[in-house]
T-cell receptor, first 111, second 116 residues
C-alpha cells in the first residue's frame, strides 16, 4: 500500500528565504506526482505535476524534482513571500487511480 | 485546464437529515471520479471511486449505505450523506482525471458540511 510522507510538518521562515519541502513515497511504481497548495478552509490549487519519466518541473519561483527510484520529491520555493503561506501537499498515483496524499507541510512566511 | 465544479460549496444540516453534493466535470467527460474527505488539520483521504454506469468502489471503513454515490452521466457524480451525524462534518472534495494524456487530476473546490 502506497504511503506518502512529508517533512517537515511545519516550517516558519522569514520573507525572502529559499526553502525546500520534502516528500517521500514507499512504492516507486508511480505514474504522476503532484504538488498542491491549500489555503485554510479552501480547496486545492495544483502547483506542479511531474510524470514518472520526468526529473523536474518549474513554474515561476517553484521547482519540483522527482527521483522515482529512491521514492523522493522536493519542492523548492525561491525568494519566499508572505503570500506563499499555506499548506503544501504532495500526492502520487499510478495512472488512472486516486491520488494518495501526504499529510502536508504547513508553511508560514514571516514579513 | 479542465474544470471541475462542486455544489454546494457549503451546507449546514440537522442531524438525521440527508445531504446531496454534486461534482461536475464542465469541459471533459469523466468516466471515473474520486471522492475524498478532509477532517480539520488532516490530509485528504479517499472515500470512494465513482464509475459511470457501474457501482462505486468504497474504501475500507467507509459505509456504502451511508455515503451513496451515483455516477449518473459522464459529467456528473453525486455523493449523498444519509442520516447525517455531527461526526460527518467535514470537507468533501471530488476529483476527476482527464481521460486522455497524463491522467492529471482536477479537483473541485470542495464542499464544507456542518451537521448540527
Amino acid at each position: 500500500k502506497q504511503e506518502v510522507t512529508q517533512i517537515p510538518a511545519a516550517l516558519s521562515v522569514p520573507e525572502g528565504e529559499n526553502l525546500v519541502l520534502n516528500c517521500s513515497f514507499t512504492d516507486s511504481a508511480i505514474y504522476n506526482l503532484q504538488w498542491f497548495r491549500q489555503d485554510p478552509g479552501k480547496g486545492l490549487t495544483s502547483l506542479l505535476l511531474i510524470q514518472s519519466s520526468q526529473r523536474e518541473q518549474t513554474s515561476g519561483r517553484l521547482n519540483a524534482s522527482l527521483d522515482k527510484s529512491s521514492g523522493r520529491s522536493t519542492l523548492y520555493i525561491a525568494a519566499s513571500q508572505p503570500g506563499d503561506s499555506a499548506t503544501y501537499l504532495c500526492a502520487v498515483n499510478s495512472g488512472n487511480t486516486p491520488l494518495v496524499f501526504g499529510k502536508g507541510t504547513r508553511l508560514s512566511v514571516i514579513a | 485546464g479542465a474544470v471541475v465544479s462542486q455544489h454546494p460549496s457549503w451546507v449546514i444540516c440537522k442531524s438525521g437529515t440527508s445531504v446531496k453534493i454534486e461534482c461536475r466535470s464542465l469541459d471533459f467527460q469523466a468516466t471515473t471520479m474520486f471522492w475524498y474527505r478532509q477532517f480539520p488539520k488532516q490530509s485528504l483521504m479517499l472515500m470512494a471511486t465513482s464509475n459511470e454506469g457501474s457501482k462505486a468502489t468504497y474504501e475500507q471503513g467507509v459505509e456504502k449505505d451511508k455515503f451513496l454515490i451515483n455516477h449518473a452521466s459522464l459529467t456528473l457524480s453525486t455523493l449523498t450523506v444519509t442520516s447525517a451525524h455531527p461526526e460527518d462534518s467535514s470537507f468533501y472534495i471530488c476529483s476527476a482525471p482527464v481521460p486522455k494524456g497524463n491522467y492529471e487530476q482536477y479537483f473541485g473546490p470542495g464542499t464544507r458540511l456542518t451537521v448540527t
